[in-house]
């Protein structure tokens, strides 16, 4: 079990980036491992699988989803019984061992199909070779549900949201968690995915197999630095015993006066009591005391699936209130999941050389979405903030609203764009009756670059938005909240691809997706769907989901209940 740590606050802001630093650290190298399978494993999968298609695009997306579906696992057993550190520890160990035995795919060459003879005639793997693919990414999966959730978490855990100075530090930490191993990945995955690409797959794949264990031992190099905090049970079973008390109880009034409490202790509930939320009304008979029995000798509830805490109940109605900027997230995400399947086969399919010498590795695409995100974060944090606050004589961040509704721009300009990319690629590819189009690689780089801008503006403040929304206790929850969008994401996109090959595949008639060849689908129509949808998820958002959404990031609004600082009041939007 974990032990929690005094965290005193004469200490605070400077222990606060000296946790931070290691936790960033250990961050940027599990993400080195983890995104330099996800950038190249379309391409390792075509070249040494064999597989196409369909059955290409469904095994990414759903691996990835289940990857980040996994993290609301995490978050239970993270909250309930082994605490963040240890979570994120066990968490990192089965990635290390999902890679070690990617790695040996890689190096035994009866754990793979044999290679092509033609491009299209291949043979495909053994249902054996693929359990061991599948259990390999199985590995890899689980890990993700215990350090996705956690690790910015941990790192949130770090920082005394109570001073005015942890809060501000607390809000550049978000843009510094993507900027430190985007930085990272850039470095490295350049020559990690030209490794396996054109040097060895098997040097390629043991490079991040030696991070994974390099992030474990900077992580617990700092053990005795970090600010531990106690598991206090899993809050998705509280929230089964909320709606249960509720609906136990639905014929009945709520009333203040009968309501339970939890015995006082919790410092972080009893600064958010004054502000209890308007909204979901309907779920506070749970906490309503209709029989005296229904507490034992020393006060207690004698059944909780009957008599729920306020505190219980608030919880789940800050869950509630983020849903509807849940739905726009995972509208925006899926637009950056097409450039790790669909891009990737672009690339494949168009001239990469440089020179007589050089060409450029299909997974190099996605380093310039990390490059946009990058400089974009760079450019705000060190040119935009300083300059702003210098003219107008006070904090001038872009408020969260506003960077949500930028990247679901974003998004739409996107495919628009990779549409037109694609039509001018396979018109000519189709014109020099070629599997190899004469259109060069580069002209992909604006969709990749405006796929990164997407993360930057859209995917950035939304991570901001679930922690800041959801109390300290629910931070783990926040992360699994945040990566269940982009698990939906990958699952919704992966539908919808099957649902498109069946339509447009019916009669003899060629379907717009699958099959080996690009040049033969009309992967641009299907693009062009994916943009209509990002126009619906702008309406959606700015017309509905927006009003979820605190108007400037200084105030802090839980589960729909807008609390201005300094004024001591609480108003519903």
């Known amino acids: ?58 095994v990414v997306t759903i691996w990835s989803g289940t990857s980040n579906v996994s993290s609301i696992f995490g978050a239970i057993v993270s909250d309930a019984y082994l605490g963040r550190f240890l979570t994120l520890l066990f968490g990192t160990v089965f990635p ?18 044999p290679p092509c003879e033609e491009q299209l005639l291949c043979i495909q793997p053994h249902k054996w070779q693929l359990a061991f693919l599948f259990t390999s990414l199985g590995l890899i999966a689980m890990g993700a549900g215990g350090i996705r959730p956690c690790n910015i978490a941990f790192g949130a855990d770090q920082f005394d949201t109570n001073t005015e100075k942890g809060r501000t530090q607390l809000e550049s930490f978000f843009n510094w968690w993507y900027f430190s191993f985007t930085i990272a990945l850039v470095i490295a995955l350049t020559g990690v995915v030209y490794i396996q690409t054109n040097v060895s797959w098997v040097i390629g794949f043991a490079i991040p197999t030696a991070c994974l264990a390099t992030s474990i031992t900077i992580f617990l190099i700092g053990r005795h630095t970090y600010v531990y905090k106690m598991p206090q049970g899993s809050v998705f079973l509280d929230m089964a015993k909320v709606m249960a008390a509720a609906f136990e109880k639905r014929k009945i009034k709520s009333s203040n006066e009968l309501c339970y409490y939890d015995p006082p202790g919790d410092v972080e509930w009893e600064n958010r009591k004054p502000f209890k939320i ?7 008979r749970a906490a309503v005391i209709t029989n005296p029995r229904e507490l034992d000798s020393e006060g207690l509830p004698v059944s909780t699936w009957r008599l729920c805490s306020v505190q219980q109940v608030e919880n789940l109605k800050c869950l509630l209130g983020i849903i509807p900027v849940w739905i726009a997230g995972v509208g925006c995400f899926l637009v ?8 990737v086969l672009q690339a494949i399919q168009m001239d990469r050389s440089i020179g007589k010498h050089f060409t450029i590795p299909p997974g190099w695409m996605g380093i310039s979405s990390m490059i946009a995100l990058s400089i974009w974060i760079l450019v705000y944090e060190r040119f935009y903030l300083p300059i702003s606050k210098k003219i107008k004589k006070s904090d001038s961040r872009m408020t969260m609203r506003m960077r949500i509704s930028i990247g679901i721009l974003m998004s739409i300009i996107c495919m628009v764009v990779a549409g037109c990319t694609e039509r001018k690629r396979r018109t000519l590819a189709l014109g020099q009756n070629s599997f190899i189009s004469s259109l060069h690689v580069l002209v992909l780089l604006p969709q990749f670059a405006l796929s990164g801008l997407t993360e930057a503006f859209a995917a950035v403040a939304l991570m901001e938005f679930f922690t800041r929304q959801l109390p300290e206790s629910m931070r783990s929850v ?66 509905f989901a927006s009003k979820f959404v605190p108007f400037g990031d200084r105030d802090v609004k839980v589960g729909g209940e807008l609390k201005l600082k300094n004024s001591g009041v609480s108003t519903s939007k």
């Not at 290390?96 to 199909?113: N, Q, V």
């Open 96 to 113: 290390l061992l999902g890679m070690a035995a990617m790695t040996l795919t890689a190096r035994i060459p009866e754990l793979r199909p």
């Open 336 to 343: 950056m999941n097409q450039q790790s399947t669909f891009g």
């Open 1 to 58: 079990m974990v032990v929690e740590k005094c965290h005193q606050t004469h200490l605070g802001h400077l222990q606060s980036f000296l946790f931070d630093f290691p936790q960033l650290r250990n961050e940027s190298f599990e993400k080195l491992a983890s995104m330099s399978l996800v950038a190249n494993i379309t391409v390792y999968l075509r070249t040494k699988y064999n597989l196409s298609g369909i059955v290409l695009v469904n």
């Open 478 to 543: 926040a992360g699994s909240i945040f990566f269940l969008s982009l698990s939906v994401a990958s699952y919704l996109s992966s539908l919808i691809v099957n649902v498109m090959h069946s339509v447009t595949g019916g009669r003899g008639k060629t379907p717009w997706l699958g099959g080996h060849d690009l040049n033969h689908n009309k992967l641009d129509n299907y693009y062009y769907i994916i943009a209509a949808l990002g126009v619906i998820n702008l309406v959606y958002f700015t017309s």
């Open 278 to 284: 308007d909204r979901f009304k309907w779920l506070d």
